[in-house]
């Protein structure tokens, strides 16, 4: 479906109800949490029933996203020591190759079983499709790094990790995007680094976006769509068609690990429809994760197993951060959104709008490496890591324009257009008012108990049942306290144990960092949006100890 | 993945249908009713007591846990309730449980089979009077036989803790003031000065004490009284001004500059309480959940008389016409013993009573300020 995905140049009628739908979520999130304060001050009672049937849903949201961050975390570790290359190998003569391995019994223990198991299937759907498959040789990678504010020290550690991958150097193509108004010692470090990498891959420039493009916004989206766009041209000029060319836009501090680019081939090889798809890893956030204060650490963390979780459903993954996708769908949707902060969703969106419901992202069981938000103290660290998160919250900013899309579009499916509806309205609703529903609400009816109220049975037996709650909650922190310190990189200090120790205890603060950290920013960004005070794209504060 | 995903999905969406309304409903104080299988409504007891730790019978069954409790899934109608603690007079009542109410009992003070009372000096005293910050007057007729008693030791949850008590003689051997007799003395509550009237070689004096200091530090301002007064009171947050009241006028005494103003009536400052002539007769203990009262010679304690009939509990007898104290701070109770005149303290609460929890002015005690129907 064509779609212009952007909320502005409307007719009036669209612009309504763009507007409506952007006050929708805040309104929303506003009502539920005023509504259960006032519920606790005049209503106790059914503030107690509503606030006990919240938490209730909520443990077993808990709960249920245990056994997947779980599972996920399993087949994170099944694919560790995978051998891609070999596998993308195998797929270039896929019949013959197909035979050979179901015949022979693959590996001693269960992990390379069953790692086995997913390979041999994907290769029979693969086959199934009766789709082509480009050869390994003819797929090419194109990675841009938008730069704007970023050092050599963050951009460098980047680009080596890249010239490390077991993937052929010269099937790959680097651009740097760089803003004009970036200062002269960015740019400098990023024509420097041009130089030094430019005949390690088959093309590494810089393309510089001008400040003042008409119709764009001041957004990452618009440099990087710049960019591809000049990409466009070179592959062009090469004569390599863009369906065997993958781009993955990374924020320039993302260090891949060493067989991510042999990862994503392999996933989009056996992908039938990897035209329309996007594949997603894992981001870890280990670059600095040592030298970050406690709760940024444990923040972080958390995002990480947000995605761990999410990958164990594709049918609602939705992009995030840095990730990779077909470049013939990055062409055909026609780039990134020029004028909104969350392109890495927004890409997804509009691909999804764009064919008519038939795109998907695909998870991937491999990491990159980012920073951890860090300025250069506690204060601004925290200041920092707030406006990350808002600005993810920003998010928030697609939902009035699919629902636009959706309510124009006679060719997705309606389930599918209730089942994404429902999750982009219900995901943004309760990460603005979980938090404070969990933390600060939920205390409210016993707060503020009248006499009438104190002399209930419901009195006496909310706090009961609230803490049997947060018990089982304790739990699910416990196993996660575990995952996160066996993800943790290896630090080369002398007490390592202890440092693992204050990182378990870390886990502590959750309560405080669910309102500070993420219901509050995640507020905040749905306040600005219903009250039509639109974010201006925010560089996150990167530092790294030397 | 995802169908492992869905199918968890499903059996957790199914799990919380069942057991949320179950739960909301239980919380309701709906249950089902064992034998007849039938949905009742029941209603819950809270029982806290003081000593806490108790050990609570309900209808003849040991509850599992110890005071402070919460007695759930009681049938409607009344249930007999036993408290049983060491070293205490069990508290048996029959308590009236309504359906998705709850019955409490806070505060419950458990009567000791013997008040432990301790002879704070065995000096004879005519009468005690209070200070602030921990700090008793034990009175006689002659000035070097005035004592000050300071209560000492930590405030902790538990009474238990031995408090020392610190006897010094308010006025020294060698003091100039030592030989006289005492007439009376003016004292304001939570002031830590005390104005003593005196005949001092048939002379009448009246000396300013701050109690604040150790020793007490004692000045002589008789010279800024031009009769004696009938009264004399202050403000207790006012360290410098005092009021004399004479029979036909009021003046304000200015201690520090000892200069002296005509008051009207109408300028008196208010919180200028004087302390009542009649001796402290009952005091409200316990959250005032109880009260202690002196009948004739006799202190006694009245506990709350909810779903029973009074009980009085008799604790000492003081000396008639004496002040009696209650502290707060430490739960106990100073007296002069009746027979030896020997100052005395009784420990009345064994613990801080619990505080704050909003209890229905219905389930209260209801002690009117005259005490309780005798």
């Not at chain 1, 769908?329 to 969106?349: E, H, K, N, R």
């Not at chain 1, 390592?496 to 603060?509: I, P, Q």
């Not at chain 2, 249950?31 to 806290?48: F, M």
Request: contains cysteine.
């Amino acid at each position: 479906m064509k779609f212009h995905y952007s909320k502005e140049n409307l007719k009036t009628g669209q612009a309504k109800l763009q507007r409506f739908l952007e006050i929708l979520p805040g309104a929303c999130s506003w009502s539920v949490l005023l509504g259960l304060i006032l519920l606790s001050i005049f209503f106790p009672f059914i503030a107690a029933i509503l606030i006990v049937a919240f938490y209730l849903s909520w443990i077993m949201r808990i709960l249920y996203s245990t056994i997947f961050l779980v599972l996920s975390y399993l087949q994170l570790n099944i694919e560790k020591n995978t051998d891609w290359i070999g596998r993308i190998q195998g797929i270039d003569r896929l019949a013959v190759y197909i035979k050979e391995i179901s015949s022979k019994r693959f590996g001693r223990h269960w992990r390379q079983r069953i790692s086995h198991k997913n390979h041999l299937r994907q290769l029979n759907e693969l086959l199934e499709a009766q789709v082509p498959t480009p050869a390994s040789k003819d797929i090419y990678h194109l990675v841009i790094f938008p730069v704007i504010k970023e050092g050599r020290e963050i951009i460098e550690p980047a680009i080596e990790a890249i010239s490390r991958q077991n993937f052929h150097l010269k099937q790959m193509v680097i651009v740097f995007a760089l803003e004009e108004r970036a200062a002269p010692t960015v740019q400098s470090a990023v024509h420097d680094l041009v130089k030094k990498y430019k005949n390690v891959f088959l093309d590494c420039f810089a393309v510089v976006h001008p400040a003042l493009v008409p119709g764009e916004a001041r957004v990452k989206g618009a440099n990087a769509t710049c960019a591809a766009k000049k990409a466009a041209a070179l592959f062009q000029s090469h004569h390599i068609p863009f369906e065997n060319v993958i781009i993955s836009c990374f924020d320039a501090d993302t260090v891949v690990s060493l067989n991510y680019f042999s990862c994503l081939t392999y996933h989009f090889m056996v992908c039938p429809d990897r035209q329309r798809a996007s594949f997603q890893p894992i981001p870890v956030y280990h670059n600095n994760i040592w030298n970050v204060p406690g709760f940024a650490r444990v923040v972080e963390t958390g995002s990480s197993f947000y995605l761990l979780i999410e990958a164990t459903n594709p049918e609602k993954l939705v992009t995030f951060s840095s990730h990779s996708m077909s470049f013939k769908a990055l062409v055909d949707v026609d780039y990134w959104p020029v004028d909104m902060i969350s392109d890495d969703s927004a890409i997804f969106w509009k691909a999804y709008i764009h064919y008519d419901g038939q795109y998907q992202v695909i998870p991937m069981y491999v990491t990159l490496s980012m920073d951890v938000a860090c300025a250069n103290n506690w204060w601004q660290t925290a200041k920092s890591v707030y406006k990350q998160k808002q600005r993810w919250a920003w998010g928030v900013e697609n939902f009035p324009i699919v629902i636009r899309a959706f309510l124009r579009s006679k060719k997705i499916p309606l389930y599918e257009k209730l089942r994404h509806s429902f999750k982009l309205f219900e995901g943004h609703l309760s990460w603005a008012t979980s938090g404070f529903i969990l933390s600060i609400i939920g205390w409210l009816p016993v707060i503020f108990a009248r006499r009438e109220f104190a002399a209930s049975v419901v009195y006496y037996n909310v706090p009961d049942i609230v803490n049997t709650i947060f018990v089982l909650g304790f739990f699910s922190i416990c196993i996660t306290i575990v995952l996160s310190l066996s993800l943790l990189p290896k630090t080369k200090i002398r007490y390592r144990w202890l440092l693992k120790l204050g990182h378990a205890l870390e886990w502590l603060m959750v309560p405080f960092i669910l309102v500070l950290f993420s219901a509050l920013p995640a507020l905040h960004a749905q306040t600005r949006l219903m009250r039509g005070r639109y974010l201006e794209f925010w560089v996150t504060d990167k530092h790294r100890a030397k | 993945m995802l169908w492992t995903r869905k199918i968890v999905f499903y059996i957790f969406t199914v799990i919380y249908l069942i057991i949320c309304p179950l739960i909301v409903a239980r919380m309701l104080g709906f249950v089902i009713n064992p034998q007849t299988h039938h949905i009742v409504k029941t209603g819950l007891v809270y029982v806290s007591t003081n000593p806490p730790d108790a050990a609570v019978y309900i209808d003849g069954c040991l509850a599992h846990q110890k005071t402070p409790t919460v007695l759930r899934d009681l049938a409607p109608g009344e249930h007999f309730i036993r408290i049983e603690h060491n070293g205490y007079n069990d508290w048996e009542r029959n308590v009236p449980i309504v359906g998705k109410k709850a019955t409490v009992l806070a505060n419950i003070l458990l009567i000791p089979e013997k008040w432990p009372i301790y002879k704070i000096s065995s000096r004879p005293y005519q009468n005690i009077i209070f200070a602030a910050d921990d700090i008793l007057i034990a009175t006689n007729p002659g000035l070097k036989s005035i004592d000050i008693i300071h209560t000492t030791g930590g405030i902790t949850e538990n009474f238990k803790e031995e408090h020392t008590y610190d006897i010094s003689p308010l006025f020294s051997r060698n003091s100039i003031y030592a030989s006289g007799s005492l007439v009376r003395v003016f004292n304001v509550l939570q002031s830590p000065f005390i104005l003593i009237e005196a005949s001092i070689k048939d002379k009448h004096r009246f000396l300013w004490v701050n109690l604040k200091e150790n020793p007490p530090l004692i000045e002589d301002i008789s010279d800024l009284f031009g009769e004696i007064p009938t009264r004399v009171a202050w403000n207790n947050t006012d360290n410098e001004n005092i009021f004399a009241f004479y029979p036909h006028s009021i003046c304000r005494i200015n201690i520090k500059d000892k200069s002296i103003f005509p008051q009207g009536p109408k300028g008196l400052p208010e919180g200028l309480v004087p302390m009542p002539n009649n001796p402290m007769e009952r005091f409200l203990i316990n959250d005032n959940n109880d009260l202690l009262i002196r009948r004739g010679s006799w202190i006694r304690l009245y506990p709350k008389k909810e779903f029973a009939s009074p009980q009085a509990y008799d604790i000492a007898q003081s000396r008639p016409s004496t002040n009696m104290y209650f502290e707060e701070k430490n739960g106990e109770l100073f007296y002069l013993d009746n027979g030896s005149g020997s100052l005395c303290a009784a420990r009345i609460l064994p613990y801080h009573p619990i505080l704050n929890i909003p209890i229905p002015e219905s389930m209260r005690t209801k002690i009117s300020s005259n005490g309780p129907n005798l």
